[in-house]
């Protein structure tokens, strides 16, 4: 069997992050590419002398031209600029279109079977683009954001009760902003909802930092944002997408009805498998709780209107 490919454009932080964590688990050989002449070069090559240490055997090449990410399974879109302090993730949004725009054209065209997960900001009006500019049906364009808000809501939720990370299930709806909408009656401690275990007061305070949970580390490292954790989310969805798992996991899908919401993408829990969006899962929300996600559908929706698609 051929080992898959995956291409990564953007050799910054989340992306050379992100490659790195595909080769060093073995998943599939990764191309980095970047408009930065030498960049990727340098990283992937980086990236492939620690392979003889850590010990796998997926390819790391860095490159400036498209024609090396043919064939690709997966495209991750993480070129783009990142957020400063001060900055919304709405204040990209034109810049980082143009860009989207492009890189998804270059790559699209030589990867037409592949399934492209996006990662720059604004997230979800960048699906949109990437949608339109792959011309790829909506189950192949998802975005990654939900994996990393569940991910920072059941660190929080860990800290807090001191148990294991591993016990704690996090459920987040709606757009990757600030108006996202954390579940808390379906986030759980081994399989108890955290509104059991923790008074209202202590619950709106995790949300509210998961909420805030991208601005807290852009105010500790002042000069880009997060990518540890942004680039293991991705790889979970990589995982999920190449060993067609069938994972269920928050990701930014394309809702034609579903949630009361038509023609948009936000965060909702989807099937993740080879043919990438394979269900939106629905689940019944409280009136409180849709009246949340409305709000931050309505803030994508304004973001996607002022980029005209
Ligand atoms: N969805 C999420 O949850 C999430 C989490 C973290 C970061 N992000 C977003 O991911 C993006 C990348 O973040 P980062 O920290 O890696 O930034 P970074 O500045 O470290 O890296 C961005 C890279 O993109 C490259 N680039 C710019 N224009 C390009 C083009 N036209 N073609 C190819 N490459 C190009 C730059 O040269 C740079 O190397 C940002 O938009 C950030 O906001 C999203």
Redesign the pocket.
Same mark, same amino acid.
């Given at each position: 069997m051929p080992r898959s490919k995956v291409t990564v @454009?953007? $050799?910054? =932080?989340? /992306? $050379?992050t992100t490659a790195q964590r595909i080769a060093e688990a073995g998943l599939a050989d990764v191309v980095l @590419?970047? @408009?930065?002449e030498g960049?990727p070069q340098g990283k992937g090559l980086d990236l492939a002398e620690a392979a003889p240490v850590v010990g796998h055997d997926a390819r790391v090449v860095g490159t400036n031209d498209y024609a090396d990410t043919a064939g690709s399974d997966i495209i991750v879109v993480?070129?783009?600029? !990142? #957020?400063q302090p001060g900055m919304s #993730?709405d204040d *990209?949004l034109t810049k =980082?279109a143009g860009?989207v725009r492009?890189?998804v054209e270059q790559a699209a065209a030589v990867s037409r079977d592949a399934i492209i997960v996006?990662?720059? =900001?604004p *997230?979800d009006a960048?699906c949109h683009v990437a949608l339109e500019a792959s011309g790829f049906p909506r189950e192949r364009v998802i /975005?990654? $954001?939900g994996v *990393?808000?569940s991910a920072r809501f059941r660190t929080f939720i860990a800290q807090e009760l001191a148990v294991s990370v591993e016990d704690t299930h996090a459920f987040v709806l709606g757009g990757?902003g600030d108006t996202m909408v954390p579940l808390s009656r379906y986030s759980t401690v081994a399989g108890v909802p955290i509104t059991e275990l923790l008074d209202a007061e202590r619950v709106r305070a995790l949300e509210e930092r998961t909420a805030n949970g991208?601005a807290e580390i852009v105010n500790f490292l002042k000069t880009?944002? !997060?990518?540890y954790a942004?680039a293991a989310?991705v790889v979970e969805m990589v995982e999920a997408i190449l060993k067609d798992k069938k994972k269920i996991l928050p990701c930014a899908a394309y809702l034609d009805g579903q949630y009361g919401t038509k023609g948009l993408y936000v965060g909702v829990p989807v099937k993740l498998g080879r043919a990438g969006v394979e269900q939106v899962i629905e689940i019944t929300l409280t009136r409180e709780e849709q009246a949340a996600f409305d709000k931050s559908a309505a803030a994508v929706r304004e973001l996607v209107d002022k980029l005209k698609l």
């Open positions: @454009i953007g $050799a910054g =932080n989340v /992306g $050379a @590419i970047d @408009i930065v960049l993480t070129s783009g600029l !990142a #957020r #993730r *990209l =980082n860009i492009s890189v996006v990662v720059t =900001n *997230l960048m /975005g990654m $954001a *990393l808000d990757h991208g880009g944002s !997060a990518y942004p989310s």
